[in-house]
């Protein structure tokens, strides 16, 4: 007597079948990492509780610090890079495909980028860029813990795998429009490719040199400059992956489609040129920066809302007009009937709320006159809570 499936055990297994196994192994890899790095990073942060607390002694003579920087750095660098990269890999290979070599060079990056462990070619330039390091990841964090290291930066970046899949898809459609996940990653990518050379910039020119002796000083206010031109940017790589997710899934997971797909474009390409130049506003409280140049850095910071604003309506525009679609009538009434109960909307919707204060907050933080009163307290720390820990890691969960 054979059993009957239920729609959701057959929807699961349709989409199996769509995603080729091989494939769906090398994106999940990288999504393991993440979460692996969610549950040590929201270790160490249940450790600064109980260190602060008065409640626990760390053991090795491992101190406060080196757990803090430990919770910033699996859940800020690690979990969010892996997840991201993951995710992204999975939308490019739903919309326009990876090849072979692609695949290989993933799972090099996956590792530790070794072209002879893996019997690669590195004959184009994609290839050779693909170096995040899991095994580095891992010794590091060992070696923050024991302080026989401190926190490193690396350019972490996987844009030339993703512009090859694009441009693969102009050959072979020509004057196509690119879909719009990949379109998103693409972005992502190039302001995660251009914010990392500020860092870059500073730990090749600045302090390789002085930890060789060839410098006797480092210009403080220029690594500072410099790192905060790849700091900031790096919110906005936490968040426009949870900006796809929220654009292209969760319109088909409330049964509706997409606002504006221009709209998003537009969105997405406005956080590119406006993310890059805002660093300045994180040091609106230091000497030696131009006043004229702070409040040219705060009008900038300031162009970011426009886009956030975009999203928002655009997500909203989605929920009334499918629930009215439906049937249902009345002022909230489509409100009322949004699918609660599922998960996959139901924890990126609380995200999208908690990204009303976390935003809110860091236009206050952009402001030059009100970051006097909360510049260097826990206001800061709930920002960041609020936004990457709170909106994004809700919306990665999902």
């Not at 009957?4 to 995603?19: A, H, P, V």
């Not at 401190?150 to 795998?161: H, K, P, W």
């Not at 196509?176 to 990392?196: D, Y």
Request: aromatic share 16%; glycine share 8%; net charge positive.
């Amino acid at each position: 007597m054979g059993i009957t499936k239920t729609k959701d055990q057959q929807r699961f297994q349709e989409m199996q079948l769509m995603i080729p196994k091989s494939d769906a192994k090398m994106y999940m890899s990288f999504i393991y990492v993440a979460f692996a790095a969610l549950l040590i990073g929201g270790l160490m942060g249940l450790l600064q509780t109980l260190v602060r607390s008065g409640k626990f002694t760390l053991p090795f003579g491992i101190g406060y610090y080196q757990i803090l920087t430990v919770h910033g750095v699996m859940l800020g660098l690690i979990l969010t890079t892996y997840f991201i990269i993951g995710f992204q890999y999975a939308l490019m290979g739903k919309t326009v495909g990876i090849s072979q070599k692609q695949k290989k060079a993933a799972w090099a990056s996956f590792w530790d980028g070794d072209r002879n462990a893996f019997n690669i070619r590195y004959d184009t330039a994609w290839q050779s860029k693909c170096t995040l390091h899991l095994l580095c990841a891992i010794a590091s964090t060992s070696g923050i813990l024991f302080r026989t290291c401190t926190a490193g930066y690396r350019q972490l970046d996987f844009l030339f795998c993703k512009l090859a899949s694009a441009i693969c898809l102009e050959k072979e459609a020509p004057g196509e429009k690119s879909p719009l996940p990949a379109f998103m990653v693409v972005i992502n990518m190039t302001m995660w490719f251009i914010a990392t050379l500020g860092v870059a910039s500073t730990v090749v020119i600045q302090f390789i040199p002085w930890s060789l002796g060839y410098a006797a000083t480092i210009d403080v206010l220029i690594s500072r400059t410099l790192f905060w031109y790849f700091g900031h940017p790096l919110v906005y790589f936490w968040l426009l992956p949870a900006y796809m997710a929220w654009y292209v899934i969760i319109p088909k997971i409330i049964g509706g489609k997409i606002f504006s797909d221009s709209l998003a474009r537009m969105a997405f390409i406005l956080f590119l040129f406006f993310s890059i130049p805002v660093g300045f506003h994180h040091q609106l409280t230091e000497p030696g920066i131009s006043p004229t140049w702070k409040f040219v850095q705060v009008c900038l910071t300031f162009m970011v809302v426009i886009p956030s604003l975009m999203t928002a309506f655009s997500m909203f525009a989605v929920f009334e007009i499918t629930g009215r679609k439906k049937g249902f009538k009345g002022l909230f009434g489509w409100f009322k009937h949004l699918p609660w109960k599922d998960v996959r909307f139901l924890a990126p919707f609380i995200g999208m709320v908690a990204f009303i204060p976390g935003g809110a907050g860091g236009i206050i933080n952009a402001s030059h006159q009100m970051n006097e009163v909360v510049h260097n307290t826990i206001w800061v720390t709930g920002h960041f809570h609020l936004t990457v820990a709170t909106t994004v890691i809700l919306t990665f969960l999902a």
